[in-house]
C-alpha cells in the first residue's frame, strides 16, 4: 500500500481515507461473517495428504489490493504481449521449430521434457490457438517494477476466488463501491463461455456445445470447476459421462448421447487420454486424442501447452517474446539461473542462502527451497538433491516483494503478496479481466503465498479511469 | 441433463430422506426403550432391521443396550448407513450434482451436513438424544424448503421428488414388514393396551401417530393401521401417496422428453395391481407377502428409472 518511500499510493487514498473513519470491532466482525459465508458456500479446497481435515478454507483478507488505471495498462499491455508470444511459440514448436533452428532455444530443452508432446507434432488447433486461459503470475518489487513469475498456460485455477472474493466484499461492504469506483469483473464467466464457442471445431454444427472436464469431487479445485460451469450455464463432465460415438467426443444424458464441441478440460495431458498418454488413467476419455487430431472436439487448453509455462524454458521467455513479436518484452522476467547449467550451478551453490529454488516441473510450492527462511540443516538438505539431480531445479533471487497490508487481530499488518490475472484468448482477441487473483502469504515476512502452503486471497480492485 | 447429475440428484434426495426416516426409527425406538424397558431389545433389534443393517450391528455388539444401538445408527464409522455416512453421501452427492442445484438447496445441504457433523462429533448422550433428532429432522426440512421454494420446476426437480418417494416408499414398506406380525388379526387383541403401545410404535415411526388419531379417533385397529399406511391418498407417509408422487414425475418426465419411458409403465402397473386392493383383500392374501411383493416392486422401479434416464454407461 505504501510507495517507495513512506508515502500511501495514490490508489489507495480513497480507500485510506474510508479505512481511517471505519471501527475496528465492524471490521472484526465482518472479518468472521466472511469466512461463515465462504464454509456455508462451500468456497473450500481439498488438501491431498490430509485425510481428516480434508476441506479446507482459503483464508480471506477484507483488505482489498488496489491498482490504479494506469498501472493496470501498463500492466495487461504487458501480458497480451507475452500471451500472444506464448501461442506464437506452441505453433511453431509443434510445427517447423524455428526458434529452435535460429538456436534461441535449446533443443534438448525440448527434446527431453516430459511437457513436450511430440504427438501434437503437426497438429493445428481451431482457431490455432493452443492457450485459451492463461493465469499469469506477477510481482511487483516497486512502484514501477512488475516481474513475470510465471505463465501458468496449462490448467491455471483460481479465477473462481476473484469472482466470488468481489461477491463477498460487495455483501459486506457495499457503501465502499458506491464511494470507489471499481472495475468489474463479474462479465468473467460469460466472457469465458464466448471466448471458448468462437474456438469451436469444424465438425461443430449450430450453436457450439461447451463442456467443463473435472476429475471429480475430490480434486482440489472441484469447487472451481463446478463453479464455472454452473456460472457459464454448461454441464460439468467427467470421463466416465463421455466417449466416442460416431468420431465425436458425446456426454451421456438423460435423453441419450449429445456431442461436445468446446471441452474446457481441468485435468493434466496425462490423464486426458489412457489410449494415448498414461494407460491406467481412470479420469479421461479413451481415443478423445484421436478425435481432436480429426477436428471433433476442441480442448481448452490444448495438449501439450505445458511446454510454454516449464520453469525449465521460464529464463528464455524473454527471447521468446522478442522472437516471435520482434519486440522487447514490456514486462520483465525474473533473473534465473539454471542449474543445468555449470557455471550457472557453481553460484547457486555459493549462494543457497539467498535464493529460492524450485524444481522445474513443481508447482503449487511443493518442493522448493526459500534460502532466507530455511534452517542451515534445510538448506544442507536441499544442497544434496541439488547436486544430485542439477537439471532438476532453478533458482532466482529473493525479490523485495511489495506488501499490502491485511487485517489481523492486532490491526492491519503489511504481508507479500502476488496478482494472478487471468487471460483469455480466442480467434476474436485477447481479453484480460481488470485485476485477477491477489494471493498473500499470511505469515509475516514470508514470501510464499501458494494456497496450499497457508497463503490467502484478497479482492484486486482496478479503479476507474 | 447429464445421466450423472440426474443420478446424483435422484441418490441425494433418496439419502437426505433416509437421514430424516432413522431419525424417525431411532425416536420411536427411544421411546419405547424409556418406557417400556422390557421389550427395549425388542424394539431396537426392529428399528436394526427396519435400518436394514442388524447384521451389520451384530458383527460388533453382543446387546441391544441403548447407548450402543443409538451410537451405532448415528455415527459408528462401521455402520455404511449410519446418519452421518448417509449425510456424507447425500453431501457428495449434492456437490456431484452443484450445477443444477439452486444455491439455497446447495447451502441447505451443505450447512445440513456441517451442522449435524458438529453435533455428532461426539457420541450423543442420552439426556441429548432428542435435541438431536429434532435437529436432524429440522435440518432435513431445511433442504425440502429450499427444494420446494427455489428449485424451477424441470427434470432435475423430478428427479429429487423421485429420490425422496421411491425411498419413502421403502421405508414405510420396511416398517410394515418388519412389524407385520403385530398387525395380524390372530395376534391383534383389539383393546389390549400392549398392542396399542406397539401399534402406536408403528405409527409414530412415520410420525403419524397423531394424525391417525384425527381421522380415527381413538379406534386403533391392526386393520386401520396398515389401511393407513398402505392405502391412504392424504397420509404423506403411505405407499399410495408415494406412489401418486412417484407417477406424477415420470409423467412429467416423459412429457419433458417427448416420449413414453418404461418406468412410467411400470408405476402405473404397480398402482393399478399391487396399491389398488382393498385392504381385507390384502389380508387375506397375506400381509407379510403383500408387503414384500411391494419391496420387490419398488426395487425394481427404482432400476428402471436408472435404466430408462442412462444414469450409468450401458454397455452395447
Redesign the interface.
Known sequence: MLGNGDHVRPAYQDYKDWLDGEDVKRLHRKSAEAEAFF????ITFNVYGQDEADERLIPFDVVPRVLSAREWRKLSKGIEQRVRAINAFLYDIYHRQEILRAGRVPIELIANNAAFLPQMIGVNPPGGIYTHIIGTDIVRTGDEEFYVLEDNARTPSGVSYMLENRETMLQMFPELFAKIKVQEVSNYPGQLRRSLAACAPQKCEGKPVVAVLTP??HNSA?FEH?FL??QMGV????G??L?IVDGRVA??????YTAIDVLYRRIDDDYLDPLNFEPHSMLGVPGIFDVYRSGGITIANAPGTGIADDKALYSYMPDIVEFYTGEKPLLENVPTWRCSEKDELAYVLEHLEELVVKEVHGSGGYGMLVGPAASKKEVAAFRAKLIDNASNYIAQPTLALSTVPIFTKKGLSPRHVDLRPFVLVSPNGISITPGGLTRVAMTKGSLVVNSSQGGGTKDTWVLEE | MLGKTAASLFWMSRYLERVENSARFIDAGFRISLTRSASASDEWSSVLKSSGVIAAYRKKHDDFASAKVIDFLLRDRDNESSVMAVMKKARDSARTARTALTREVWEATNESWMTLKATMAKPVKEQDLPETLGLIRQQSALVRGATLGTMLRNDGFNFLRLGSFVERADSTARILDVKYYLLLPSVALIGSSVDNVQWETILRSVSAHRSFRWLNGTDISAQAVADYLILHKQMPRSLTFCYAKISDNLNYLDENYGRESASGELAQEICNDILSRPIEAIFESGLHEYISDFIAANNRLAAQIEMDFNFQDRIG
Do not use: F, N
Request: no cysteine; proline share 0%; net charge negative.
Open positions: 464454509r456455508k458456500t462451500g471429480g469431487i472441484y463446478s460451469a454452473d454441464e460439468l463432465v467427467e466416465h459421462d466417449k456426454m451421456r444424458t438423460t435423453e441419450g
